[in-house]
């Protein structure tokens, strides 16, 4: 499977709530950096995503760029949350015909202030 049809399908997985469809294009010791947490497993990682997607009212897709082994996605999260929409740009490592890595960057700054503790 091409990285592009990964990627692709993991994406629209968990943007539609479909987790355990996401998680089975994640490599198990998933390399995960984000803004606010990193994971070195894909399935703490996965019940974060699980946690954030609950906030969502929608994603919307505006970029998207493929090489052979890797990705990047420019989009929109649109939040119920004071954080509001926060613009995020996901980049993204293939081994083995999964998603091995995840380097994921966005303005934290009001998503932390709208988090409990």
């Given amino acids: 499977m091409s990285a592009a ?3 692709t399908t993991y994406h ?3 943007t539609r709530g479909d987790m355990v469809t996401a998680r089975s294009h994640l490599a198990d010791d998933l390399d ?3 803004s606010i947490d990193t994971f070195t497993n894909a399935d703490d990682f996965i019940a ?3 946690g954030f997607a609950q906030m ?3 994603v919307d897709l505006l970029a998207q760029f493929y090489s052979d ?3 990047a996605l420019l989009y929109d999260c649109v939040t119920n949350s004071p954080a509001g929409t926060i613009r995020t740009a996901e980049f993204f490592g293939l081994r083995g015909g999964k998603i091995a890595t995840i380097r994921l ?6 998503l932390r202030q709208a988090m409990p503790g």
């Fill in 5 to 7: 049809r990964v990627v």
């Fill in 12 to 14: 629209e997985s968990w």
């Fill in 32 to 34: 995960f950096q984000g």
């Fill in 48 to 50: 974060t995503l699980t």
């Fill in 56 to 58: 969502l009212t929608r």
């Fill in 69 to 71: 082994d890797g990705a």
């Fill in 105 to 110: 960057v966005f303005d934290a700054t009001l």
